[in-house]
Every structure is written in C-alpha cells, then in structure tokens.
C-alpha cells in the first residue's frame, strides 16, 4: 500500500509563481503545470507535486492554495481550501465513481460563503493507530475544482452535491450527526467456528 507519496490524476492547471520563489517574488504571475503525486505528512497540509512544463522541472511539496485553474484576483486562504492537516502518512487516491464529474456546493470554512464546483478524486487517509481510523476523526479529502478559480480538498461534511438524476429540486436540510461509534459484526453469543455444515445449518437439507 502507499505510503507518504501517492499517484493523482494529471490535473493541468497553473501554479502560483510566487510559491516557485519561496513566496519572495512573482506574485499575480504563473506558470502551467500537471499534478503529479501528493504527499501526507501528519500535523501539515497536504504536499502536491507538479510538473512545470515550460521548464520540464518538477516542483514538490506545495500547499493546494498554490494552484489554479485560471487566474485569480483574490484568491481563499489555505486554512478555506483545505480544512483539517494529514492525519497519517498513508493515503491513497480513488476517484468515486458514482461522484465522477458531479457538480457540487463547498461551504467555505470560516465564512459565510459558498462556492459551486466540479468533483475530481480523492485523497483518503489510512494506518493502525492513528486519527485516521477513529470515526469521529477520520476525514476524507475530496479535491473540488472551485468555481473562483482555484481547488479545494474538503471533507463529505462541507459539501453539497448535485445530480439531476437522483437531487430532488427543493433539497432537505441535514440535521446529521457525526458518527462516533466502532461497528463489529462478529458479537454475541453465536459461534460458527466448530460446525462443519457448508450453510452452517442454513437450509432445510442441513436439519
């Protein structure tokens, strides 16, 4: 399984220039590029490396605030683009295929605002003793291409998603709870570990 480094999609986009110059100078410049892998290191935001094509350079370990897909005037914070640091140093990417290319609505965090935009894949966090697998913890990192220009990874939780199939016109308001509880199936008094029956008794030729 993958481990701090993990393949993402190619996305082609543009990547901030000042973020190439230690955010010293280039400001309101950029710079096309292709995402190549992102890293998670727990306690810090999610490390994207690019392809910068014009120079066939690759550039690692910057913050999802650094890229765009078109230029933008007054760009969100890395705080509202990406919640919650890495909780582990092992992810791995999937694209949920019933979400693929869904529309969407972001809750921008800590603010009133909320953006429209496209999903692309996700970024999910895994290993035995960490945050990662306590429920109430756990977050998933869904990368959503903004409406304003840039990206974001979000948890399930700031997001509102649409299909014209399956979401009715007038939405419900979701009254949710997080989940708090560890689920087991193998509990009570039942044991099927010394009966040699193939159904385990199951069917009427086993009585």
């Keep these: 399984m993958p481990e701090l480094v993990e393949n993402i999609p190619p996305v082609q986009c543009l990547v901030r220039s000042e973020y ?8 309101g410049e950029y710079e096309e590029c292709f995402w190549v892998t992102a890293k998670s290191i727990p306690s810090r935001a999610l490390y994207i490396e690019s392809y910068i094509s014009e120079y066939g350079a690759l550039y690692d370990k910057l913050p999802i605030s650094a890229y765009c897909w078109k230029p933008v005037e007054n760009p969100l914070s890395l705080s509202q683009l990406q919640m919650w640091d890495c909780l582990s140093y092992s ?3 999937i694209e949920k295929s019933f979400m693929r290319d869904r529309e969407c609505t972001v809750m921008i965090p800590n603010s009133s605002m909320s953006l429209a935009g496209q999903y692309l894949f996700t970024l999910d966090s895994y290993g035995s003793g960490t945050l990662a697998e306590t429920p109430n913890e756990h ?3 869904n990368f959503i291409k903004l409406e304003n220009g840039q990206f974001g990874a979000y948890p399930n939780n700031r997001i509102l998603w649409k299909d014209n199939s399956f979401t009715p016109e007038k939405q419900k308001t979701p009254t949710f709870k997080t ?3 560890y ?8 044991s099927f570990a010394y009966d040699d029956k193939y159904f385990y008794g199951n069917t009427e030729d086993y009585k």
Excluded: A, P, Q
């Design 183 to 190: 689920f087991f199936c193998e509990t009570g008094n039942e």
């Design 91 to 93: 992810i791995v990417c």
């Design 139 to 141: 977050k998933s990192y």
């Design 179 to 181: 989940s708090t509880h």
């Design 20 to 27: 190439l110059h230690n955010l010293e100078h280039g400001h």
